[in-house]
């Protein structure tokens, strides 16, 4: 159903509402109302509505397959009326064609990082995990480069916290951070911890929290589903 | 509809997508990075995707009714796509079954907290009114302890703006809390006061705030309607 | 479809969930808790759930019109379920009639300022345009008074950036403001840009990034319609 663009900043659309764009030389005055480091004039764009998790473990990998950084991460209160985040990511490069493989190389990973994210009317279940951290994750939760690293998060924000225990209780995973509706999310209605450690253990506590969640999730009334296929 | 679950976490769920948990033992690193007293170990959980002064009035019974302590009251941007909070209240004790027990006697509460919850597609009014406020009034608005204790929010904001004045014209009493969009709320489409003063005066103020906020609700196109049965 | 009502504050109803409101004597305690001017006793209130980019152009031209001032302008995270805005307008006035006049004199110019607000289900654009910017340009964004004056804002955020780098190089226009999810916004999904300069720079630049907008916009898969009527 979607249309292609004639704009030449469009990349490409993904699941989520999510859009992927390109800017090859940003306005100088955007630029610098922005605050962005002056050595980067080509920036991409990952802009979603839905998901935040899923777009940074995406975002890690396009940074990992190509020339860019990660410049700046932000999470609107969104959801489309749903309990979370949306996404705005920006990466940076000295050549657009860099900035747009970036993006192309995050939409298409989209499809597998969204396997475990599980919605139904009461809430959702937001789980990421991958083997090796890379920037963006770095810049989005201080996670350390090169390590297993996992995102828990649900919605409503008491399932949240249960699964945090329970990730905490499973395996000898470190705590990173923590965040909730009063800090650290924009007052989403949601608990979300980060994890780190070895990739059995905290692949270990994300499966754990998942089961947890899905379990409590269903006690709202319906059946939370996977909108793509779990990966984890 | 709603399924029993065998997480020994799960206590219950309430109107309002609300549900009500238990952790016996926090986890030691993620009690500390939740910033939580030392002393307590247990914790009971109110969650919800809709509503925060009916949650917190029906904190105030929990507490009253047992030996458990409110430690934290976070109020999400929730209201699943309507202008208003959730909630996330942790109540403490020394005994998971205490906690148990007030998380139980929260979730009975609701019933009659929601009472004076007024709903339409354009807003809504959530009134609150208790003879004796507690420790989850005084946690979340600095309700003094034993006094007549009114809340008065509506959406859009400038109804509840009008139903302040008014409310504080009607008899006399106290001005405890004023919040709006910008400052007080996750950024709600409310205003929203508290008010203390003789139990007599409180109620009379609340109930002329509902009249004026009904009526001027109504002008937007909808009849709003109570989403249990009114009490105050 | 919308009652009348016979509460005095009552002004009127418009479209985007929007009420207008007035105060003859703001009470004395609750004027106080608010933080306003001694001077100003009465006041109108312009309060919406959708849109605030057009109820800003709106006041700007209810203060031309009468004898009134801006003295809060605060924008809720809300758009009911929608990636933007709400407002909350109060402007003050010695005589509650001229404080009456200027409520109608907003709502009645939302038909207008609404018409290149475009909605689909994956986001919006909002552009305004004024060509002698006023009282609540000011006071929102400090926008020069007198001068030409446009707010370009789009949901998913990344496409509100790319307008905004369109908007800039299309003509010499000044970058007044730049807000997106993490800065500037209530953790709203927008980049939101305002712009100054010669009234032709100013309409050239927001019209470029009017259709650089929609049409990607339609990329994620449905046609943006005008609420009312286009008219920059």
Same mark, same amino acid.
């Given at each position: 159903?979607? &249309?292609?663009?004639?704009?030449?900043?469009? #990349?490409?659309?993904? =699941?989520?509402?999510?859009?992927?764009?390109?800017?090859?030389?940003?306005? +100088?005055?955007?630029?610098?109302?922005?605050?962005?480091?002056?050595? +980067?004039?080509?920036?991409?764009?990952?802009?979603?509505?839905?998901?935040?998790?899923?777009?940074?473990?995406?975002?890690?990998?396009?940074?990992?397959?190509?020339?860019?950084?990660?410049?700046?991460?932000?999470?609107?209160?969104?959801?489309?009326?749903?309990?979370?985040?949306?996404?705005? =990511?920006?990466? $940076? $490069?000295?050549?657009?064609?860099?900035?747009?493989? $970036?993006?192309?190389?995050?939409?298409?990973?989209?499809?597998?990082?969204?396997?475990?994210? +599980? #919605?139904?009317?009461?809430?959702?279940?937001?789980?990421? +995990?991958?083997?090796?951290?890379?920037?963006?994750?770095?810049?989005?939760?201080?996670?350390?480069?090169?390590?297993?690293?996992?995102?828990?998060?649900?919605?409503?924000?008491? =399932?949240?916290? #249960?699964?945090?225990?329970?990730?905490?209780?499973?395996?000898?995973?470190?705590?990173? &951070?923590?965040?909730?509706?009063?800090?650290? &999310?924009?007052?989403?209605?949601?608990?979300?911890?980060?994890?780190?450690?070895?990739?059995? $253990?905290?692949?270990?506590? #994300?499966?754990?929290?998942?089961?947890?969640?899905?379990?409590?999730?269903?006690?709202?009334?319906?059946?939370?589903?996977?909108?793509?296929?779990?990966?984890?």
């Amino acid at each position: 159903m979607n &249309t292609p663009s004639k704009i030449t900043e469009f #990349v490409g659309t993904a =699941i989520g509402d999510t859009i992927g764009l390109v800017i090859a030389n940003v306005d +100088y005055f955007l630029h610098e109302k922005m605050g962005l480091d002056k050595k +980067y004039r080509s920036i991409g764009i990952i802009s979603s509505r839905i998901g935040a998790g899923p777009h940074i473990m995406a975002a890690d990998e396009a940074v990992k397959a190509t020339n860019t950084e990660v410049i700046t991460i932000e999470m609107p209160r969104d959801t489309k009326g749903g309990a979370g985040h949306g996404s705005l =990511i920006i990466l $940076a $490069a000295e050549d657009v064609s860099d900035a747009r493989r $970036a993006v192309e190389v995050a939409l298409k990973e989209l499809d597998r990082t969204f396997g475990d994210v +599980y #919605v139904c009317d009461s809430g959702h279940l937001e789980l990421s +995990y991958t083997a090796r951290a890379s920037l963006a994750s770095e810049k989005a939760f201080g996670a350390p480069l090169g390590k297993a690293f996992g995102i828990i998060a649900s919605a409503p924000a008491g =399932i949240g916290l #249960v699964m945090a225990d329970t990730a905490m209780k499973t395996a000898n995973v470190e705590l990173v &951070t923590y965040a909730s509706p009063g800090a650290g &999310t924009a007052h989403t209605n949601e608990v979300i911890i980060t994890i780190t450690g070895d990739s059995d $253990a905290v692949r270990q506590s #994300v499966i754990a929290a998942r089961e947890v969640g899905l379990s409590l999730l269903k006690t709202m009334g319906q059946e939370p589903q996977s909108l793509t296929k779990p990966y984890i």
